[in-house]
């Protein structure tokens, strides 16, 4: 199976404009969940997406929103860019049949605004 | 927020010495998952334990669980130089059954 991809991988924005991350999950896998990696930070958990649905939401503005189509396939998206949206952005999937809790990651996104 | 707390946060030990992480947390857990990441790339997944079970083993790679202390530990044994990167662990918080994060430990295995 091809595993998790992420697109693009390298982004430089600027401050005030938007962007959009794609993410492909393993196939067969309905879940996928967004993270925002920082050095300060680790790990910051966005939002999960189970079969369309928004599933849990992390505590970050509304500037950031995220959306699941009928293939899996997931797009998060950044309105009005601020310099500390600047991270790595990571998407997993994971198959969530059973207690299979499992994530398996992309490559991630780093997006650098200037 | 923040789920677990890894301890320490950076660790450098020589080349085929034991690597020990800790992991605390905060609510209670349905199971407590072990990642690393290699430089800024994806994380990959490196052992599973469930809130029922004390001790798990896979190849080099020991975790404990003391749920009563609301506490993980991950140790490497042998380690080697290809184990440098950062290790984190993931907890399912609250009945929503996302997974959270800690910060991690950097790891840096000396030659």
């Known amino acids: 199976k091809a595993g998790v991809t992420q697109t693009p991988r390298y982004l430089i924005k600027t401050r005030g404009q938007q962007v959009t991350l794609s993410c492909s999950p393993i196939s067969g896998h309905r879940s996928v969940s967004w993270y925002q990696q920082t050095p300060g930070q680790g790990l910051q958990f966005l939002f999960e997406?189970?079969?369309?649905?928004?599933?849990n939401k992390g505590n970050f503005p509304g500037r950031f929103s995220g959306r699941q189509f009928s293939n899996s396939r997931s797009e998060m998206n950044v309105s009005t860019l601020e310099l500390g949206d600047s991270a790595l952005y990571l998407c997993?999937?994971?198959?969530?049949?059973?207690?299979?809790?499992?994530?398996?990651f992309g490559s991630g996104t780093q997006l650098s605004v200037l | 927020s923040q789920q677990g707390e890894e301890d320490p946060q950076a660790l450098s030990i020589q080349e085929g010495e034991n690597a020990t992480m800790n992991c605390s947390y905060k609510?209670?857990?349905?199971?407590l998952q072990w990642y690393r990441q290699n430089s800024g790339r994806g994380l990959v997944h490196l052992i599973l334990?469930?809130?029922?079970?004390r001790e798990k083993h896979s190849g080099r790679l020991r975790v404990t669980l003391d749920t009563s202390k609301k506490s993980s530990s991950l140790l490497i044994t042998a380690s080697r130089a290809a184990d440098t990167a950062s290790y984190f662990c993931a907890t399912d918080a609250d009945r929503d059954d996302k997974i959270i994060f800690g910060k991690g430990t950097r790891l840096h295995i000396l030659p």
């Open positions: 997406y189970f079969s369309e649905t928004q599933r």
């Open positions: 997993a999937s994971r198959d969530w049949t059973g207690s299979n809790e499992k994530l398996f």
């Open positions: 334990i469930r809130s029922n079970e």
């Open positions: 609510t209670s857990i349905n199971n």
